[in-house]
């Protein structure tokens, strides 16, 4: 029996779930379906040039399992543009990030997505003394150990 999959962490979801050939019914077409969780490998190794074991340590998964997502993902999209495919994205195993937030002022703590921007004022106060709470601070530092994550105590 197979391990249960883990879900992968997303920064950012799709701005366009449905991209088609020009000129052709949508009744007519084939599609390919791509997994947001295969979106984000794609964007954050091949949009931001990320290493694969960085991009694996953002999305909470192994580097060979970012591997197999990435393998998937780029046959779904060759797939798509060389067959006129239409390429529909949504599904799979996966949980949105958010960036958390906190007013120094009167301590209201909320949260926002990531793709958003930085928040100019604060929604309970109206104050602009904000910074990102202390807990979500370093997400992509995950795991790394020691004063400078490199695994070694000064």
């Known amino acids: 029996m197979p391990r249960p999959r883990q879900c992968r962490r997303v920064r950012r979801g799709p701005k366009c779930t449905y991209f088609k050939p020009r ?3 949508i009744k007519f077409l084939e599609e390919v379906a791509l997994q947001v969780d295969e979106l984000e490998a794609i964007r954050l190794v091949d949009l931001e040039g990320k290493e694969q074991k960085e991009a694996a340590e953002i999305m909470d998964i192994s580097q060979p399992t970012l591997h197999r997502i990435l393998k998937e993902a780029r046959k779904k999209i060759a797939d798509a543009l060389v067959s006129g495919k239409a390429l529909r ?3 799979g195993d996966y949980v949105m990030v958010n960036r958390k937030f906190k007013c120094y002022d009167c301590g209201h ?5 990531y793709g958003t921007g930085r928040p100019e004022t604060c929604p309970a106060c109206g104050s602009v003394n904000l910074h990102r709470a202390p807990e979500d601070r370093g997400y992509a530092r995950r795991g790394m150990r020691g004063p400078r994550g490199r695994g070694r105590s000064l």
């Not at 703590?109 to 997505?113: N, R, S, T």
């Open 109 to 113: 703590d909320w949260e926002l997505p």
């Open 23 to 25: 000129g052709v019914g």
């Open 89 to 91: 994205i949504g599904g």
